[in-house]
């Protein structure tokens, strides 16, 4: 497996978002969604936050 280029933001942003590895589908879907928006957003994570902000707490 290869790394992720933003793999440091990846996991500040789930545990940011308080997204468990317990919850293995949301786990598995938040993951994704994150690296698009990092790869759209090159990596900034307060824009990828605020992208994401809401689609996940929608999602609780």
């Known amino acids: 497996m290869t790394n992720f280029k933003y793999q440091k933001e990846l996991l500040m ?3 940011e978002l308080k997204i468990r590895k317990t919850d293995k589908e ?3 879907l938040a993951e994704n969604e994150i690296k698009i ?6 990596g900034d994570c ?15």
């Open 46 to 60: 307060g824009r990828v936050k605020m992208k994401l902000q809401s689609f996940f707490s929608s999602r609780s």
């Open 26 to 28: 949301k786990y598995a």
């Open 13 to 15: 942003l789930l545990t």
């Open 37 to 42: 928006a990092l790869i759209e957003k090159r």
